[in-house]
């Protein structure tokens, strides 16, 4: 889009000619629309085709966008002019199939999982072991943003055939990769957990939200049970449903703060391409650096995941969602920084300084004469490995926390919402596009600088108490659903405090026993049960053949464990019950 057609050793490769701050803009502008398109396929797919005919609908359009992005690229076709409306058609494609494809993705994939409940499993080693949903869960999540990002090697290859060949060859190649998705996705049906489509939720969604602003904006006085008390009114919708959506709407509370993180994510794919063609590049493909950020994240995501994390947990050190967030827009507002010091360092350069791109016409130098001191492109490279510690850490965990916490008949809505944010986002960077160039970058990267700071730090201190709160999953609460189910002996046939092997637990993303304190004494005190909170809100107590707490005194010795729930835990203390046990 920003450069005009020109494909030789010297000069960036373009087609449109359109200039940096337009380019910027219809990027902005497609993105918009690519984070606006989820919320009308999500009511669609969670009441009405079900995700999985919803996703293979999505796959099809991005495959057809992806042809007319490919055939508009021709050079015979560029040369009658049909570029910029073949590419306009394209993104249109994309954003109605990509824009549901992204939405989608995220909760199908963690419908596969459908192990749900804590269950002990003896490994072939003969070590114990329990699997635990939540640190499933992020693994999934972490595992599915990594292998999006070796497929995004590819980058390598497209800049290349870009540069070298044009870019209808480049754009053929991604479509050859989609087409092969598309398949996959269609003749893999059988082999897919396909969950069926529910009744609509949104209108009851909306009354009680409804409800609640007519109740001073409090939830909890939308409970069926307040409305026939204080109002005389019977309502159609359940308790479930209420807390369902009390946890949901938190969830957006917290994902507002990604709009910051998104606009800073942006200027990857717009102003710090453009910030790479000011550089030194020998012949480097300006736009081939963002590829660094895919590199990042390939080599960083199992080094947190499979090091860093399992480091932690073996000293009970477990980092919650909200934690995690807010070190991953520390990591991206320090890639802000870095980028506002790289920018100073080509404003400083002569003949051109804070003039890079124009000083070449003005004064009759060629690109290489003028680009000989300015600094090598490369030197960009640590930047996106800081964005690439700010995704693994604040946007994975935007999606685990974005499914976990959205009501069952609601999860692709919810994570169309999430997906708006990213919009508005895009929206923002739009709004900056009259300041995107030159002499005025320095203060554009500072600006980000500072709002990505401030944003990490008002985001700590608002929702850190979130972090003591958990998913109230009914499907896995077990005052509702059968008790766990231990599929193997119980810990009285098994030495529940042998030292296991941390390397085997990570492997199979499930929490040690050694983990989980064994606990001699029949009682134990209210206070103290926090103590036993894990990684995830509901905690696997493996005793020696006792079931243990104050609310279980007249449990039968041959119960095994306890599976203690913190919310269920104060609701016994109100109402004098004890826990289901197992």
Known sequence: MEHPPQFDEEHTPGALGLGQMNATRIYCAFYIFYYVTPLFVAPVADSRLGRYTTLVVSVIMYCAGCTVLTVSSLPGILAKGWGLSGLILSMVLIGLGGGGFKAIMVPFIADQYTETTPRQKVLQSGEVVVTDYQLTLQYIYNLYFWVGNVGSLSWFATVYIEKKHGFAGAYGLTLGFMTIA?????FGKKWFVRIPHKNNAIPQATKIIICAVRNGFRMERTNPEYQLEHHHKKVTWSNRLVDELTRGLRACRVLLAFVMFYICFD????????????????NTPNDLLPAMNQVGCILLGPLIQEGLYPFLHRRRIYIKPITRIAIGFGFVALAMLYATVVQHAIYSSPPCFNQPMNCAY??????QEHMEDRPNVWIQAPLYFLIASGEIFAYVTGLEYAYDHSPEDMKVIVQAISLLLGGVGSACAMALAEVARDPNLIWLYTSLTAGMAVTALIFWLLFHKYDRLGPDVSEHDPTTETTINLEKESCQHQDCTADVSDSHAKAANIVSPKLIQPLKKAHMPASELSLLQLGSETTLCITDGYAVGEYAKSAPSSVHGLLLDDNYLRKGREKDEKPATN
């Open 267 to 282: 200027q990857m794919q717009n102003n710090l391409i453009s910030q790479a063609a000011q550089m030194k590049t020998d």
């Open 362 to 367: 003005r004064d009759g130098l060629s690109k």
């Open 182 to 186: 598309m398949l996959m996705l269609i």
